[in-house]
């Protein structure tokens, strides 16, 4: 049952872009209908997982395991644990949404852009699920070509430039995790373990690997994923994408495309590489905090919406780095959280910035005032979004954040208390420039005559936002079942990487080590 | 003397057909391109079939002259199916530019029974004239628009340079004899193994003159210079056969003359070789990244991508182990698809003198030609190598070679070329999707049989990687080691 769940939210969205290619080019309500209910659906099958998935376990769970390529051991391994289920579920919900949210801005090509929606879902929910490097590394670059046409051709005015720089900065990452995959690989093949791919067989050899490969390996991985993050100072291409993408592109970006990011730093750096992550801790948290204040200083300068909130993500995603670095229980389950959260809010910041850009074909801030008495119900909404995205008790964001840089305060890694100190102040700018924003779009006069008769959010819009408000709401006052999901699994994670630390890392390749069907577990 | 008839039949088949037949045909019926296009489509088809046949029946024939069955086989097939898809192609395109002739073809099936000499040759010799016949045919078919005056210069460069190379094979070859005493390949092999070398640098300088002359052939730096030229004066059905089955058949060679030249093992000259190869692995795919970039013209853009796609290659003859052998045989097989798609798309495109050969011509392609447009698409992606596409497979396969044999260095470098490639793949992509159409109404393109071939090879490179490891199990099947 939780396999089929699992099997069927990988590949629904697969059949849907099929499907599509079948229907006449003209018939653009039925692709788009297509397209919607292939994505409901995906989403209805993800919801399946959660009452057959045992949260007590660290366990993979729903684990399938089909022989693809025998000679390099890559196979069709997938599955998921506490960690990358709940974002399995959160890109199921995002997509529908986005779909929706391209129903009227989406015009040309249509039939080609829900294709690729539901290709670039098809890759998205893989990285989450594959179990194996190789395969892992397919569905990475498999999102690729999607997203660099959805920026490309359904993008604003300097799209063509958004996309090349999209795609050519992803691909310097992924290319050095290419080396390091097939490096790691090589590792088992040296150890006598024989080439692979499987990730369970790689985390018994690879913290054997030797302290200067496991290095250059833990920034090969890295480096890949601190761009998709993207942390500072490898930043610059997301300001660019969020900007020139259609809405719905950007809601995707930043709701699922960035925590792939944060996923990998996870699943990858510090589930294969725990004597290298802890080395390197100190360092990557440095540039985490400095892009949280660099992302909120940034943002608070900006006139355009969408830049504004394109900017607050590098501040908040790099909360989420500062979590997972902490290599604390609170710091990795406050940043999967957020990873959750930013998930939930930042998509309604844009789908907001969307709503207004669709009837006023602007996004600067000046432009807009007192748009609260026209537009109330949006008003609402919008200032939801907005409280959530800055952390307001009650609200997601709230929680995620606080967890994060209670881990950081108390990391034995980092040993420091100056990174939380320092990192608080980017949740006090965050109120600070959200709120001005708020302030200077939704208040004050309403003297620019073209604002004086928007209309106020029709059902579609209405729809696309309010179940994403109700998330919010809640998981700002129950946070618990989501960090019950999560926390055997993250647990098993920092074990993982702490105990190592406490003998030199110096360890040659030697026996097998780990003999369970899962590493982690023998590090409880 | 010994003649192993049925392990032979692809060969003899397929010259009985060219020598005796084909020629007769040509003697007797008057001009006829349909007869003439529809006999080699059939010769080239029971050629492949053959090969398939035979494939598991291995052994040394001809008084060891030549090798039959397994590894020669694949290649049979691979060089089959190249030069039908050329032909398809090629039809349509001729009658367009009004040089249809029947001797195209048989020229091209002649071409093709090069190659299969070149893979099945267990002599030097052999070896020699294999890639003789091939050239040959290579060198009038690129000056084939004899009104064109860039097609005849692309003939005369490739003759002069060609021949200019065959002289350092043959010097080559004629070093390796006089240190190994012998010109089989398989007594060559046990000679080195063994250490029976009368005189170790005259082996090495054997071995770097081959390098030279196969390094030609495949277009490696520093002898790609004639690539670029030829390429782009050649029509456009001619080039995509040689850059693709032609370096096919060249790096089928390479296997087969430095397996024997750099054993396993503790042998002097093998890291030597590699580090040589290495070298000019290294430098072949970033001076052909690198330039590709400047390029406007897509034809010549192409050129260099394929002087980059030698230099990918090379890294698996630098591994010098099986694995490296089967990444070169399973690259090269999704390259022959990928590079050739792209040249057909870029044949049905073309008009008369060069027009609609510049990269500006390509743009809103999306919205002309939706499907040549995704073929091309996928061409493009393919060959920088993103999965899941075919290319990727067998970029992975190399490094995986190339690292385990602890070429890091050379993989990095990899790496960063694939990414300089990327940006000029896109580059053409972002022409034809992203970009609005420069030019007015265009006639529309209508590929006729040489769709067939479109569709098989944007086939091909779309699902070849789901298929790596039963290509891989039909390797080590037919291949043995």
Not at chain 1, 96 to 108: C, F, N, R
Not at chain 1, 466 to 480: E, F, N
Request: net charge neutral; with cysteine.
């Amino acid at each position: 049952m939780g396999v089929s769940a699992l099997l069927a939210t990988l590949f629904v969205p697969l059949l849907g872009a099929i499907a599509i290619l079948f229907i006449h080019r003209d018939q653009t309500t039925a692709i788009k209908r297509t397209a919607l209910v292939m994505s409901c659906i995906t989403f209805l099958l993800s919801l399946l997982m959660v009452p057959e998935f045992d949260p007590s376990s660290t366990a993979l769970q729903f684990v399938v395991n089909q022989p693809w390529i025998p000679a390099l051991d890559a196979g069709f391994r997938l599955g998921v644990d506490g960690i990358a289920l709940p974002l399995v579920l959160l890109t199921a919900l995002i997509m529908p949404i986005a779909l929706l949210a391209s129903y009227e801005p989406i015009s040309k090509s249509v039939k080609e852009y829900y294709t690729l929606m539901l290709l670039l879902q098809f890759g998205m929910t893989g990285v989450f699920m594959a179990w194996d490097t190789f395969l892992f590394y397919v569905f990475w670059e498999l999102i690729l070509i999607p997203m660099y046409f959805i920026i490309g051709i359904w993008g604003g005015k300097d799209r063509i430039y958004a996309a090349i720089k999209f795609f050519l900065y992803t691909l310097v990452g992924s290319l050095l995790m290419l080396v390091a995959i097939v490096w790691l690989g090589l590792e088992s093949h040296w150890a006598g373990h024989g080439f692979t791919a499987d990730l369970t067989k790689l985390q018994s050899i690879s913290s054997h690997v030797q302290f200067n490969v496991q290095q250059f390996l833990f920034w090969a991985f890295a480096i890949s994923f601190l761009i998709k993050v993207p942390l500072f100072p490898l930043h610059t291409w997301l300001p660019d994408a969020h900007v020139q993408a259609p809405t719905a592109g950007s809601v995707i970006l930043a709701g699922v495309l960035l925590k792939l990011g944060t996923y990998g730093l996870i699943r990858f750096n510090l589930g294969l590489f725990p004597q290298a992550s802890a080395h390197y801790a100190e360092l990557i948290s440095v540039f985490a905090v400095i892009g949280i204040v660099y992302g909120a200083l940034v943002a608070m300068v900006q006139t355009d919406i969408k830049k504004l909130v394109a900017y607050s993500s590098v501040s908040h995603l790099g909360f989420v780095v500062l979590g997972i670095f902490s290599v604390t229980t609170e710091g990795v389950q406050g940043a999967v959280l957020q990873m959750v959260n930013h998930g939930v809010s930042t998509p309604m910041l844009f789908l907001c910035v969307g709503v207004l850009y669709e009837r006023r074909h602007t996004r600067e801030i000046a432009d807009y005032g007192g748009i609260t008495k026209v537009m109330p119900k949006f008003a609402v909404l919008f200032a939801i979004a907005m409280f959530a995205s800055v952390g307001l008790p009650g609200l997601n964001g709230f929680v995620g954040e606080f967890l994060t840089l209670l881990g950081a305060f108390k990391s034995p890694i980092l040993g420091s208390w100056t990174y939380a100190i320092i990192s608080a102040s980017g949740v006090i700018f965050a109120a600070v420039y959200l709120l001005w924003m708020f302030q200077r779009v939704m208040f004050g006069t309403n003297d620019n005559p073209e604002n004086h008769h928007l209309r106020d959010l029709n059902r579609r819009e209405y729809w696309q936002l309010v179940p994403l408000a109700a998330l919010a709401i809640w998981l700002g006052v129950q946070p618990g079942p989501l960090m019950n999901f999560s926390e055997k699994s993250v647990r098993a994670v920092v074990a993982w990487v702490q105990s190592p630390t406490t003998t030199a890392p110096t360890i040659t390749i030697g026996a097998p080590h780990g003999a369970g069907h899962h590493s982690m577990n023998s590090h409880p | 003397m010994n003649i192993d008839l049925f392990g032979s039949l692809p060969l003899i088949v397929i010259w009985l057909a060219l020598g005796a037949v084909g020629i007769a045909i040509q003697a007797f019926v008057r001009e006829n391109t349909r007869l003439i296009f529809g006999y080699y489509l059939a010769t080239l088809v029971a050629t492949a079939s053959l090969a398939i046949l035979t494939a598991g029946h291995k052994a040394v024939t001809f008084n060891g002259m030549i090798t039959v069955g397994g590894f020669a086989n694949y290649f049979d097939v691979l060089f089959c199916g190249a030069g039908l898809m050329t032909m398809l192609a090629a039809r349509p395109y001729l009658q367009r530019e009004g040089a249809e002739l029947d001797e195209f073809y048989t020229l091209l099936v002649s071409a093709v029974s090069g190659m299969m000499l070149m893979a099945h040759a267990n002599n030097l010799l052999v070896l020699f004239v294999g890639i003789e016949l091939m050239s040959i045919s290579f060198y009038v078919m690129a000056g084939f628009l004899r009104t064109n005056i860039r097609s005849i210069e692309a003939g005369l460069k490739y003759f002069l340079l060609g021949a200019f190379a065959s002289g350092f094979l043959v010097y080559g070859m004629s070093m390796i004899y006089g240190a190994t005493g012998s010109l089989q390949i398989d007594v060559i092999a046990k000679n080195i193994h063994a250490g029976a070398v009368n005189f170790p640098s005259l082996l090495a300088i054997g071995a770097v003159l081959m390098v030279v002359a196969l390094g030609f052939k495949v277009a490696a730096f520093p002898f790609h210079q004639w690539a670029p030229d030829v390429y782009e004066g050649a029509p456009s059905v001619v080039t995509a056969f040689m850059s693709t089955a032609g370096k096919a058949a060249a790096f089928a060679s390479f296997i087969t003359v430095f397996s024997a030249l750099m054993p396993h093992g503790s042998y002097a000259l093998t890291p030597k070789l590699q580090n040589v190869l290495a070298v000019v692995s290294a430098i072949t795919m970033l001076i052909g990244n690198i330039t590709a970039i400047a390029q406007t013209n897509v034809k010549r853009m192409l050129a260099y991508s394929s002087v980059a796609h030698a230099g990918y290659l090379l890294m698996g003859l630098v591994a010098s182990s099986t694995a490296g052998y089967f990444a070169i045989i399973f690259y090269v097989t999704s390259y022959v698809f990928m590079q050739l798609g792209a040249f057909v798309v870029v044949g049905i495109l073309e008009r008369g003198n060069e027009h609609h050969l510049q990269i500006d011509d390509y743009a809103g392609l999306s919205k002309r030609e939706p499907v040549l447009a995704f073929a091309m698409a996928v061409f493009m992606f393919a060959l920088a190598g993103i999965p899941p596409l075919a290319g990727f497979f067998g970029k992975y396969l190399l490094f995986v070679a190339a690292i385990e044999s602890g070429f890091l260095w050379l993989t990095l470098v990899a790496v960063l070329s694939s990414l300089v490639s990327a940006y000029f793949y896109l580059g053409l992509i972002v022409k034809m999707y992203f970009s609005e159409s420069t030019h007015g109404a265009h006639e529309s393109s209508r590929p006729g049989i040489a769709g067939i071939s479109l569709v098989v090879s944007a086939a091909a490179s779309i699902v070849l990687g789901l298929f790596t490891s039963q290509l891989l199990s039909i390797y080590s099947s037919w291949l043995g080691w």
